[in-house]
């Protein structure tokens, strides 16, 4: 919300598939801020399996300055989005993941992996920097807060503990960084004297932190 209030008057791009982009603007009221800006927000959508090229630049006919490829994540959408909306909209793209390319380096970012879908893991084994989901330890993990009764993979998040969690789901191959993000708070992994911390660290996992400044 404070995102919101403080651009509702700024001309800015938003990029998302055409699934997200028809939940923001019908079935979250919140969102009809961007409408007042003048001129108004400019909506870009994205392919769920797209390559698009990046201009930074202003000057027509220069070269991309970075490249974003798109890939379906699997997941669903936020429990606010009607059954109407749901039937109309294509479900590969509720979650996608991306891959920037720019000089021959890669970024992966995948905030979401839900673990319906492992294609994934091809551009994570290629690229130089993966920035990927450690939201949950343990797939009950939300569940024994009491805050919710849905597990981490209903909510859309690969747990990363367990025979069929991230850390063993992540290519052997990769040959880049690998850092956790979207971390929640109830996540044992951020005390650094658990078992849990010690155990993504010797997986190879970097854990982000609030101020991490990364080079590639």
């Known amino acids: 919300m404070g995102l919101l209030h403080l651009r509702e008057f700024q001309n800015f791009f938003v990029f998302s598939s055409a699934g997200i982009q028809r939940v923001l603007k019908s079935e979250n009221r919140i969102f009809k801020v961007l409408e007042r800006a003048d001129p108004p927000v400019q909506w870009q959508t994205l392919s769920s399996k797209g390559r698009l090229g990046i201009h930074l630049s202003e000057n027509p006919g220069e070269a991309p300055t970075f490249v974003c490829n798109t890939i379906p994540l699997g997941g669903s959408y936020p429990d606010f989005v009607s059954d109407e909306t749901r039937r109309t909209i294509s479900a590969d793209d509720a979650n996608l993941g991306f891959l920037f390319e720019q000089d021959e380096k890669k970024l992966f970012v995948a905030t979401n992996v839900s673990g319906q879908n492992f294609e994934w893991t091809k551009l994570a084994a290629s690229a130089d920097i993966v920035l990927i989901d450690g939201t949950f330890w343990t797939d009950n993990e939300f569940r024994g807060t009491g805050r919710s009764n849905k597990s981490a993979r209903e909510i859309g998040h690969l747990p990363l503990s367990g025979p069929d969690g991230l850390l063993e789901q992540f290519p052997a191959e990769a040959e880049g960084r690998k850092i956790l993000i979207h971390i ?33």
Request: proline letters at 3%.
């Open 184 to 216: 929640n708070s109830t996540n044992p992994i951020l005390d650094e004297g658990s078992a849990e911390h010690r155990a993504v660290l010797d997986a190879g996992f970097e854990i982000a932190y609030d101020g991490m400044s990364i080079d590639l």
